[in-house]
């Protein structure tokens, strides 16, 4: 059940926090036509699409949330679930169909949902997504490890960096070569991230088949984008979706890492609303 706590209107963005299963979760909402909800990927927040909101807003009913533990989102104790998470927003705003657009983290939600929920999801756009029921490469497992390690120790700044180098600068390029200000906008939203109260009996309930062995039943277009920047087993991975979702389409993003839609803006903004027009 949901329950509106608070809602603003701030010239024509509707804002607000709703209880959905047990957690308050922050959201904004903007323009008309068919919805579109953004998720974000695990290093940031819903101000990760300040590049796409407005834009999108003009053709569409935009919708961009925090997920519970992020943004100005909470995190409660006890199960949960990210999809139904997102099924209970819908639920709240009233939206019974919509396309899904999501970065990283937020692509794997939006997997799931799109695999849990079909009658609700008109279309996907995966940025680089992760797919649950994936084996994670030994990279990711190292920085994973060194992660913890940083975190443990109660080292933010260099837990923050070590995301700052795997997700924003990627393999290829050092810290001087990309656009400090993308850099400083993740650095704050991860660090955020860290800073967040966390309880110790949290469970996250997982979707079960997993995508990776459910990806053949998806009967929507699917769009794929990927900067040429990312890591390798990010390109695999978008490979494999391309192969194994019947209607999936894919665009590379020259000159980008993991974050995409942050360091390309014009040409990711381009890619989507280009898909988009052919729904």
């Known amino acids: 059940m949901t329950r509106k706590l608070d809602v603003k209107q701030n010239r024509d963005t509707i804002s607000g926090t709703a209880d959905i299963n047990g957690a308050q979760l922050y959201y904004e909402m903007r323009g008309t036509g068919h919805p579109?909800?953004?998720?974000?990927?695990?290093?940031?927040?819903?101000?990760?699409?300040?590049?796409?909101?407005?834009?999108?807003?003009?053709?569409?009913?935009?919708?961009?949330?925090?997920?519970?533990?992020?943004?100005?989102?909470?995190?409660?104790?006890?199960?949960?679930?990210?999809?139904?998470?997102?099924?209970?927003?819908?639920?709240?705003?009233?939206?019974?169909?919509?396309t899904l657009l999501g970065i990283s983290f937020g692509g794997m939600v939006a997997l799931d949902f799109a695999?849990?929920?079909?009658?609700?999801?008109?279309a996907l756009i995966l940025g680089a997504p992760s797919v649950s029921g994936t084996e994670p490469s030994e990279r990711i497992r190292q920085f994973w490890e060194a992660e913890e390690l940083a975190f443990d120790r109660g080292d933010i700044e260099w837990a923050t960096e070590l995301n700052l180098r795997l997700w924003v600068d990627g393999p290829q390029r050092s810290r001087d070569e990309v656009n400090p200000e993308v850099r400083e906008r993740v650095r704050v939203m991860q660090t955020a991230v860290f800073m967040k109260e966390i309880p110790d009996d949290i469970e996250e309930i997982d979707l079960d088949p997993p995508a990776a062995e459910r990806l053949d039943e998806l009967n929507i277009p699917v769009l794929v984008m990927i900067g040429d920047l990312d890591l390798e087993e990010k390109h695999a991975l978008a490979d494999r979706l391309g192969r194994d979702i019947p209607d999936c389409r894919k665009i590379v993003i020259p000159g980008a890492a993991h974050m995409l839609n942050m360091e390309k803006p014009e040409l990711f903004n381009q890619g989507a609303l280009k898909f988009m027009s052919t729904l």
């Open 36 to 98: 579109l909800l953004l998720l974000h990927a695990g290093v940031a927040d819903s101000r990760m699409w300040d590049d796409q909101f407005d834009v999108f807003a003009d053709s569409f009913r935009v919708i961009r949330f925090d997920f519970r533990g992020f943004g100005r989102s909470n995190m409660p104790s006890g199960k949960f679930a990210n999809f139904e998470d997102v099924r209970a927003l819908l639920d709240f705003l009233k939206i019974k169909t919509a």
């Open 115 to 122: 695999l849990a929920y079909p009658n609700y999801t008109s």
